[in-house]
Protein backbone atom coordinates (compact mmCIF):
# COMPACT_ATOMS: atom_id res chain seq x y z
CA UNK A 1 0.00 0.00 0.00
CA UNK A 2 2.77 2.65 0.99
CA UNK A 3 4.40 1.72 -2.82
CA UNK A 4 1.20 3.07 -4.40
CA UNK A 5 1.05 6.23 -2.39
CA UNK A 6 4.83 6.68 -3.34
CA UNK A 7 3.89 6.37 -6.90
CA UNK A 8 0.47 8.88 -7.22
CA UNK A 9 2.62 11.62 -6.11
CA UNK A 10 5.73 10.90 -9.03
CA UNK A 11 2.66 10.42 -11.50
CA UNK A 12 0.82 14.08 -10.60
CA UNK A 13 4.33 15.50 -11.04
CA UNK A 14 5.21 14.02 -14.57
CA UNK A 15 1.81 14.85 -15.91
CA UNK A 16 2.21 18.29 -14.00
CA UNK A 17 5.30 18.98 -16.12
CA UNK A 18 4.02 17.76 -19.35
CA UNK A 19 0.60 20.26 -19.08
CA UNK A 20 2.95 23.48 -17.80
CA UNK A 21 5.95 23.07 -19.54
CA UNK A 22 6.05 20.89 -22.66
CA UNK A 23 2.51 22.17 -24.11
CA UNK A 24 3.52 25.81 -24.41
CA UNK A 25 7.03 24.65 -25.98
CA UNK A 26 5.14 23.16 -28.68
CA UNK A 27 2.50 25.73 -29.25
CA UNK A 28 5.46 28.37 -29.14
CA UNK A 29 7.24 25.97 -31.83
CA UNK A 30 4.23 25.75 -33.90
CA UNK A 31 3.47 29.58 -33.87
CA UNK A 32 7.78 29.88 -34.67
CA UNK A 33 6.89 27.94 -37.49
CA UNK A 34 3.55 29.42 -38.84
CA UNK A 35 5.42 32.71 -38.58
CA UNK A 36 9.46 32.02 -39.59
CA UNK A 37 11.93 34.92 -38.53
CA UNK A 38 14.43 33.50 -40.57
CA UNK A 39 12.92 35.39 -44.01
CA UNK A 40 12.37 38.41 -43.05
CA UNK A 41 15.12 39.91 -45.44
CA UNK A 42 13.76 37.34 -47.99
CA UNK A 43 10.05 39.30 -47.74
CA UNK A 44 11.37 42.59 -48.00
CA UNK A 45 13.69 41.80 -51.37
CA UNK A 46 10.64 40.05 -52.49
CA UNK A 47 8.01 42.83 -51.44
CA UNK A 48 9.51 45.92 -50.61
CA UNK A 49 11.66 47.22 -53.79
CA UNK A 50 9.11 48.08 -56.04
CA UNK A 51 7.28 50.49 -53.87
CA UNK A 52 4.63 51.42 -57.42
CA UNK A 53 3.10 47.88 -56.86
CA UNK A 54 -0.55 47.34 -56.12
CA UNK A 55 -1.00 47.44 -52.36
CA UNK A 56 2.76 48.07 -51.29
CA UNK A 57 2.01 49.38 -48.20
CA UNK A 58 0.27 46.41 -47.13
CA UNK A 59 2.18 43.80 -49.06
CA UNK A 60 5.49 45.52 -47.31
CA UNK A 61 6.77 44.89 -43.51
CA UNK A 62 9.26 47.22 -44.08
CA UNK A 63 8.48 49.69 -46.79
CA UNK A 64 10.63 51.95 -47.96
CA UNK A 65 10.43 56.03 -46.62
CA UNK A 66 9.81 57.45 -49.96
CA UNK A 67 6.94 55.36 -50.46
CA UNK A 68 5.03 57.30 -47.71
CA UNK A 69 3.36 54.22 -46.06
CA UNK A 70 2.79 55.97 -42.55
CA UNK A 71 2.05 59.08 -41.05
CA UNK A 72 4.84 59.08 -39.27
CA UNK A 73 7.75 55.84 -40.32
CA UNK A 74 10.55 54.96 -37.80
CA UNK A 75 13.59 53.79 -38.54
CA UNK A 76 13.41 50.48 -37.57
CA UNK A 77 9.95 50.03 -39.33
CA UNK A 78 11.33 51.15 -42.86
CA UNK A 79 14.26 50.32 -45.14
CA UNK A 80 15.94 52.84 -47.09
CA UNK A 81 17.67 51.07 -50.98
CA UNK A 82 20.49 52.60 -51.43
CA UNK A 83 21.51 50.65 -54.51
CA UNK A 84 19.94 48.38 -56.77
CA UNK A 85 20.92 46.35 -60.12
CA UNK A 86 18.94 43.03 -61.63
CA UNK A 87 20.64 41.13 -59.42
CA UNK A 88 21.07 42.70 -55.84
CA UNK A 89 19.93 45.54 -53.87
CA UNK A 90 21.97 47.16 -51.77
CA UNK A 91 20.14 48.93 -47.98
CA UNK A 92 20.63 50.66 -44.54
CA UNK A 93 20.86 47.40 -41.79
CA UNK A 94 18.49 48.69 -38.62
CA UNK A 95 21.73 48.75 -36.58
CA UNK A 96 22.29 52.21 -38.19
CA UNK A 97 19.09 53.00 -36.19
CA UNK A 98 19.37 55.79 -32.94
CA UNK A 99 23.71 55.80 -34.45
CA UNK A 100 25.59 58.92 -35.35
CA UNK A 101 25.08 60.02 -38.66
CA UNK A 102 29.10 58.86 -39.71
CA UNK A 103 28.03 55.24 -38.97
CA UNK A 104 27.37 53.25 -41.62
CA UNK A 105 25.91 49.67 -41.42
CA UNK A 106 24.26 48.40 -44.68
CA UNK A 107 23.23 45.07 -45.88
CA UNK A 108 23.84 43.18 -49.64
CA UNK A 109 21.13 40.98 -50.80
CA UNK A 110 20.95 39.12 -53.71
CA UNK A 111 17.22 39.01 -55.42
CA UNK A 112 17.40 35.49 -56.35
CA UNK A 113 16.18 32.62 -53.59
CA UNK A 114 19.63 31.12 -52.24
CA UNK A 115 20.79 29.50 -48.96
CA UNK A 116 23.98 31.43 -48.23
CA UNK A 117 27.29 32.70 -49.57
CA UNK A 118 28.18 29.02 -50.86
CA UNK A 119 25.12 28.43 -52.41
CA UNK A 120 25.72 27.63 -56.11
CA UNK A 121 22.25 29.78 -57.20
CA UNK A 122 24.33 32.59 -55.63
CA UNK A 123 24.56 35.32 -58.33
CA UNK A 124 28.23 35.58 -59.52
CA UNK A 125 29.08 39.76 -58.58
CA UNK A 126 27.80 40.55 -55.18
CA UNK A 127 31.53 41.29 -53.77
CA UNK A 128 32.49 43.84 -55.95
CA UNK A 129 28.68 45.10 -55.73
CA UNK A 130 28.92 45.75 -51.97
CA UNK A 131 32.72 46.98 -52.57
CA UNK A 132 31.19 49.63 -54.98
CA UNK A 133 28.49 50.36 -52.82
CA UNK A 134 30.67 50.78 -49.89
CA UNK A 135 32.80 53.15 -51.69
CA UNK A 136 30.01 55.57 -52.33
CA UNK A 137 28.39 55.49 -48.39
CA UNK A 138 31.45 55.26 -46.36
CA UNK A 139 33.21 58.85 -46.75
CA UNK A 140 36.84 58.77 -47.71
Not at 24 to 35: D, F, G, H, I, R
Not at 114 to 134: C, K, L, S, Y
Request: proline content about 6%; charged content about 15%.
Amino acid sequence: MTILNLRYPFWIARHFVLVCFLIPCLLYAEVSLANPKSDILLDIVQNCLNTKAENYCLQCRSPQLSAHCSSQPTCTASIEVWAENSDFVAMRDIKMCGCPADFVHGLVLPKSVVTGVEDVRRPDGIWQFAWDVALQRIPA
